[in-house]
């Protein structure tokens, strides 16, 4: 059974500072991860996906992935207060039928 | 932007009554999605459907749980006796044919069994 695990948190940082937020995945196989946004209440936003060894930018935000230790990480420069949400790391399961979740970490930049 | 579109937002509902949540999804999308997420728990998937067939189904999608496409653009969740544990929010996720992989959300309904 694959699974996808971050740490819940919360992640604190003030306004203005690069906020980092980790993955780790069971599945060697994995080929892609997608990074969504929750607000409290409200559906997951797709922030980034990555499906390459390295990184990929976007704006302010850069996911890293690195497929020998199993771990993705999502980068946010410049974090500002509307940044607090909780960030839902995910994989497809082997067939590509299904996204696996994480739990979310929970970010909160204060100003 | 098109963008998943899912109905009712909210819906109560008494223990063992039949609900219906209805979803639209983005319009050039073949595949479609169900997830469930209860209140502070992880999001956890559902059921797959593609070319009017489910593709996956999780344990969770046992034989209460069934999912329709009644038309070209309405997917549906059907949840047939409902019960107290069935309370969370549904969301709809459609993928498109080039990436069924890369997953877009609806807003969610909010399920409250009483």
């Known amino acids: 059974q694959k699974e996808v695990e971050q740490n819940s948190g919360p992640l604190s940082v003030p306004e203005g500072a690069i906020a980092s937020l980790n993955c780790t995945y069971s599945?060697?196989?994995?080929?892609?991860f997608f990074w969504y946004r929750q607000y409290s209440g409200k559906s997951p936003e797709l922030i980034m996906f990555i499906y390459s060894n390295g990184d990929k930018e976007d704006g302010r935000f850069t996911a890293q992935l690195n497929k020998a230790s199993q771990y993705v990480s999502l980068l946010i420069r410049d974090s500002q207060p509307s940044d607090s949400a909780t960030y839902l790391c995910?994989?497809?399961?082997?067939?590509?039928?299904?996204?696996?979740f994480g739990k979310g970490t929970t970010l909160s930049v204060s100003s | 932007e098109p963008e998943v579109t899912q109905t009712p937002s909210h819906q109560v509902t008494q223990m063992g009554q039949e609900v219906i949540l209805r979803c639209v999804p983005i319009?050039?999308?073949?595949?479609f999605y169900w997830y469930r997420q209860i209140l502070g728990q992880k999001v956890e998937f559902l059921v797959s459907f593609y070319n009017n067939e489910i593709s996956e189904k999780s344990e969770i999608f046992d034989d209460q749980f069934s999912v329709e496409r009644p038309d070209g653009s309405n997917f549906t969740l059907k949840i047939r006796s409902t019960k107290l544990e069935d309370s969370a929010m549904y969301f709809c996720?459609?993928?498109?044919?080039?990436?069924?992989?890369?997953?877009?959300f609806g807003p969610g309904t909010r399920l409250l069994v009483l």
């Open positions: 996720a459609s993928g498109g044919l080039a990436d069924q992989e890369t997953q877009y």
């Open positions: 995910a994989a497809p399961n082997q067939a590509g039928t299904a996204l696996i």
């Open positions: 599945d060697r196989g994995s080929q892609s």
């Open positions: 319009s050039n999308h073949l595949y």
